[in-house]
């Protein structure tokens, strides 16, 4: 297969954990015969900086005619430390997803068996968690009107939904279940919101076509408070836009970092697989940002092509990474590995997935991990 895949970087820790991301296509385009090609643009406050844009026509522009989007992270302290700020990072993001149409994020959660112990959580109460959030992406109050009164006294966000944009992610949301254990559960603040109240009309209608699916219903708070009490619970989670953005924030406790949590952001024409994490600014250049949510990010881009085979090898390239504590600063403290070291290993790996012997002093100075 061939891709063309347009990277944005952005800012912070974003380049380094997506040159790992672009290390592991590579790996993987060598072992099974595919051609990936790259092409870098600015967003961000990167673009910011040099273009007084976050997200340059130039860049849009890559995007529209690629295959693919692979996405770091965007953000900047002197952007975010001030509120006056007009332009600011995160509009690059929104517009990106606005234009692609990309209506909705889904976000993988799960417990690994050797990570338990890294969570905030106990340890009997995370185990055998495995998610999906559906997030719905281009509507609700962060695309909403916006008012702010003369007098700087008084302001409004309007959030609002139409059948159309329920419809579209939740279809995604019930096929998903149907190929997980069958249970779907709708996230809303339906006793006290109308936009919820209809999200929860529109989403029971819809339930007849999907009569495999238990379709279950949860308040957002209720919701948050079983994320940390019971997360095991949940199968496939569909919610509209703020909400979806809280819970999944919410269950990267889960794993233990949230270094660990791939998204991708799915349209009816175009696609963009990013990290959840933000750009990280206290770590930039030093070597300790986790790669795996970008590198895993990069195993739904191959999903979603249908390369499945390929993603298995990633995944698997990525577990055997985990079970053996080959991670960065924030899974494994005393291992002295740096983002650059754990995309190698993987990158080893998925070269050559059959090898048993590993030379932990390789790894650490960024040569062959494999012997």
């Known amino acids: 297969m061939n891709l063309h895949i347009a990277v944005l970087s952005g800012d912070g820790i974003g380049p380094e954990v997506t040159n790992q991301s672009i290390k592991i296509l ?9 051609t990936f090609t790259f092409e870098e643009a600015l967003v961000g406050a990167i673009a910011i900086d040099e273009t007084g844009n976050p997200l340059p026509d130039k860049t849009l522009d890559l995007c529209l005619e690629a295959d693919a989007v692979l996405f770091g992270a965007i953000g900047d302290p002197k952007y975010d430390n001030d509120p006056s700020a007009k332009v600011r990072p995160e509009q690059g993001l929104l517009a990106l997803r606005k234009s692609l149409g990309l209506f909705a994020n889904i976000r993988p959660v799960k417990a690994y068996d050797t990570l338990l112990d890294k969570s905030p959580l106990k340890k009997h109460i995370i185990e055998n968690t495995d998610i999906v959030i559906y997030r719905e992406l281009t509507g609700g109050i962060y695309f909403g009107e916006k008012t702010l009164s003369e007098d700087g006294t008084q302001a409004s966000d309007l959030c609002s939904y139409s059948r159309g944009e329920i419809e579209r992610v939740s279809h995604l949301a019930f096929k998903a279940a149907q190929g997980r254990t069958k249970k779907l559960t709708l996230v809303d603040k339906a006793n ?64 233990g970092s949230i270094g660990l949590l791939a998204s991708a952001s799915i349209g009816n024409k175009y696609a963009m697989f990013e990290p959840i994490h933000g750009s990280y600014p206290q770590a930039t250049g030093k070597g300790i940002a986790n790669p795996i949510a970008s590198i895993l990010s990069a195993a739904m881009l191959l999903d979603h092509f249908g390369l499945s085979k390929e993603a ?60």
């Open 192 to 255: 006290v919101l109308e936009t919820s109240r209809l999200w929860r009309k529109v989403v029971t209608a819809m339930a007849s076509h999907y009569p495999d699916v238990n379709l279950e219903f949860l308040f957002v708070d209720n919701a948050a408070m079983q994320m940390v009490l019971n997360p095991s619970q949940f199968d496939v989670i569909l919610t509209e836009n703020m909400f979806g953005d809280i819970i999944s924030d919410e269950a990267s406790v889960i794993g």
């Open 26 to 34: 590579n790996a993987v385009a060598e072992k099974y015969q595919h």
């Open 312 to 371: 298995a090898t990633v995944r698997n390239a990525v577990e055997r990474a985990i079970k053996l504590e080959i991670c960065t600063p924030d899974l494994n403290s005393n291992g002295g590995y740096s983002t650059e070291n754990v995309g190698t290993f993987i990158e080893g790996l998925i070269a050559d997935s059959s090898a048993l012997h590993i030379n932990s002093g390789n790894i650490r100075v960024g040569q062959s991990t494999i012997i």
